[in-house]
């Protein structure tokens, strides 16, 4: 069978391509016996550069990477590569899909748009709408990556429960760095010797960033030797925030060898985010032996499994009760550590992998 993968909305690597990139690498692997053909841009070309016998990269070179001539090809010019290509069965890695093309399983991560007014713009948010519609009525089937989001897609895009599929993200593979570049990193942030607690991901209003720093304001009133160190696109509001203490340190947009050296050298990372599809970062912080404090709502229980404290994202005083349990308990940062790698274990995406193969597998029997 021809596999497409529609990759050609991508153009720099956040959350959603790293799922899409491990996801991609299992599934070409584990299934050896179709052929996948991957739409790309000139600039996802270099983020799912996977090489083996069995896929394809289909290059469309843009001379302007704007959302609109991306969204434009994907809706028309896309078509009409399929039907060259003799697709028998696109699948989609997040909501960028074309609309009314039937051949499809389209991933939803999350409903972060319908719950938060502003998560996306007027005229992002009527896209997205025609792509939930597609979702519902010209896909296959919907994949989510929790049985939180599962419900979500069910309750607010009333898509019968037996079309969505979940598949949880695997265990996540961070980049080795050694003790020079390691240094390096630390030295360029001004880390080196300070203790400090860890914040990585975007800074959208769902993300609770004003509440954590709400939180550490509290906290440092108590503890004057802890740096919070917050990794992540800037955003001047939150820079101008009038709670903002000088223990606080923006990086801005990282790399993925410096996200490894401030995960491996913090005290905990802290996630307090009022909604998430899955929440990787709890994964990640596990995988290297990092305590993980994280909210009690949306996935998060789900994902962090007994490997987490737990706090209430709306109450800035919970989320220092979590920054004074880790710094003063070395039995229960160890304890969570030891749970965090146990948890682990039920993520793998050899096994995601496999079961949307199963799908893939079992799609003959629709007539394309």
């Given amino acids: 069978m021809k596999i497409g993968i529609n990759l050609i909305q991508?153009?720099?690597?956040?959350?959603?391509?790293?799922?899409?990139?491990?996801?991609?690498?299992?599934?070409?692997?584990?299934?050896?016996?179709?052929?996948?053909?991957?739409?790309?841009?000139?600039?996802?070309?270099?983020?799912?550069?996977?090489?083996?016998?069995?896929?394809?990269?289909?290059?469309?070179?843009?001379?302007?990477?704007?959302?609109?001539n991306l969204i434009s090809?994907?809706?028309?010019?896309?078509?009409?590569?399929?039907?060259?290509?003799?697709?028998?069965?696109?699948?989609?890695?997040?909501?960028?899909?074309?609309?009314?093309?039937?051949n499809k399983i389209i991933t939803i991560h999350d409903c972060a748009s319908l719950r938060f007014k502003d998560e996306a713009g007027l005229i992002s948010g009527l896209y997205l709408k025609l792509i939930y519609f597609s979702a519902k009525y010209f896909s296959l089937k919907?994949?989510?990556?929790?049985?939180?989001?599962?419900?979500?897609?069910?309750?607010?895009?009333?898509?019968?429960?037996e079309k969505i599929v979940v598949i949880f993200e695997g265990a996540p593979f961070l980049i080795g760095v050694d003790e020079k570049k390691s240094a390096l990193a630390l030295r360029k942030f001004e880390l080196i010797n300070k203790?400090?607690?860890?914040?990585?991901?975007?800074?959208?209003?769902?993300?609770?960033?004003?509440?954590?720093?709400?939180?550490?304001?509290y906290?440092?009133?108590?503890?004057?030797?802890?740096?919070?160190?917050?990794?992540?696109?800037?955003?001047?509001?939150?820079?101008?925030?009038?709670?903002?203490?000088?223990?606080?340190?923006?990086t801005g947009v990282i790399s993925e060898e410096e996200k490894t050296v401030l995960y491996k050298n913090s005290l905990s990372l802290v996630f307090p985010s009022l909604y998430e599809g899955f929440g990787l970062p709890v994964l990640e912080a596990q995988s290297l032996g990092i305590p993980v404090i994280t909210s009690d709502i949306s996935s998060l229980p789900e994902v962090a499994g007994d490997g987490a404290i737990f706090v209430d994202p709306c109450d800035y005083k919970s989320i220092s009760l979590g920054l004074e349990k880790i710094v003063n308990s070395s039995f229960l940062k160890t304890e969570l550590i030891s749970a965090g790698y146990q948890n682990l274990a039920r993520f793998s995406w050899d096994k995601s992998a496999l079961l949307l193969l199963a799908?893939?597998?079992?799609?003959?029997?629709?007539d394309f």
């Fill in 10 to 68: 991508y153009t720099d690597v956040q959350g959603i391509e790293v799922f899409a990139k491990n996801l991609l690498l299992s599934l070409t692997r584990q299934g050896a016996s179709h052929e996948f053909i991957f739409f790309v841009n000139q600039e996802s070309a270099k983020i799912f550069n996977i090489k083996a016998d069995n896929v394809k990269i289909v290059v469309k070179n843009f001379k302007k990477l704007s959302k609109l």
């Fill in 219 to 250: 906290f440092i009133s108590l503890h004057k030797d802890y740096f919070l160190v917050i990794a992540g696109k800037n955003n001047k509001q939150i820079d101008e925030a009038p709670y903002l203490k000088d223990n606080v340190i923006f």
């Fill in 142 to 161: 919907v994949i989510t990556v929790s049985n939180f989001a599962k419900q979500e897609i069910i309750s607010l895009l009333k898509i019968p429960p």
């Fill in 73 to 102: 090809y994907q809706q028309f010019g896309l078509i009409r590569d399929l039907k060259k290509e003799k697709i028998n069965l696109l699948y989609c890695p997040s909501t960028a899909a074309p609309i009314f093309y039937k």
């Fill in 195 to 217: 203790k400090y607690f860890f914040y990585v991901g975007n800074l959208r209003p769902r993300k609770n960033i004003p509440k954590l720093l709400e939180a550490w304001a």
């Fill in 359 to 366: 799908f893939i597998n079992n799609s003959e029997k629709y």
